[in-house]
């Protein structure tokens, strides 16, 4: 039961132009998305996130969109740098039966690939 | 300001051994998670702790898998008799609470031979 989806097993772009990295989720009750990039051998490391009440939230280079009536966010990087190369994940936060426990459900992740 | 700091960061193991993987959390941080990544699969929740509580172990496997975070010392996930299976490689993330960014170690690479 993958309730986080990516379904871009990979990308590649110019540097310079824009990244779009996709996400699909399942369950409604997921209240908070985050997105996070790792490098090979590394911990993931938090990007950027965002609240359900909210559609679009921004930092620097990074964008999120969050639609909720199609159940779809979208990491937007603008300008790529070939820094960016690395593997994001989409990760969600519900609050379930038991309360907020701040358990992360992930996406399978894309590897992005920036070429010079 | 030293982060998630998890050892080893490789370990091996045959089959029946037991593993243990150590997780400090960041300074401060008294919620610990235990996440484990399958070869090209995202990161799945194993449990996640309190000092000296377990708060959710819904991801944890029934046998041979437990996990604890004493009062002094580091987060312990333990897996005993490992299989094949098991290889993997298992992350600890802290956070000052569970509406709080959580942040991750570098991981051990667990590998049964």
């Known amino acids: 039961d993958q309730q986080v989806k990516q379904n871009s097993p990979s990308l590649s772009v110019q540097e310079g132009r824009i990244s779009i990295l996709n996400c699909d989720y399942t369950n409604s009750m997921f209240d908070y998305f985050l997105w996070y990039k790792k490098y090979p051998a590394e911990g993931p490391t938090f990007l950027i996130s965002i609240s359900s009440i909210k559609d679009k939230n921004e930092d620097g280079r990074f964008t999120v969109f969050l639609n909720k009536s199609a159940k779809h966010l979208s990491l937007h990087i603008v300008p790529s740098q070939p820094g960016d190369s690395a593997v994001y994940f989409c990760?969600?936060?519900?609050?379930?039966?038991?309360?907020?426990?701040?358990?992360?459900?992930f996406g399978q992740g894309t590897t992005l690939q920036v070429k010079p | 300001n030293a982060g998630v700091m998890q050892n080893p960061r490789h370990l091996v193991r045959r089959r029946g051994q037991e593993a243990r993987l150590r997780c400090s959390p960041m300074k401060g941080h008294s919620h610990v998670y235990w996440y484990r990544q399958l070869p090209e699969e995202g990161l799945k929740f194993m449990v996640y702790?309190?000092?000296?509580?377990?708060?959710?172990e819904s991801g944890m496997p029934k046998e041979r898998f437990s996990a604890e975070f004493p009062k002094e010392g580091p987060s312990i996930l333990r897996i005993q008799q490992v299989v094949r299976g098991d290889s993997a490689a298992y992350f600890c993330?802290?956070?000052?609470?569970?509406?709080?960014?959580?942040?991750f170690g570098q991981g051990t690479r667990l590998t049964v031979v």
């Open positions: 702790l309190q000092k000296e509580n377990i708060i959710d």
């Open positions: 993330a802290s956070s000052h609470g569970p509406n709080t960014e959580a942040f």
């Open positions: 990760a969600a936060r519900s609050e379930g039966t038991s309360g907020n426990t701040g358990k992360l459900i």
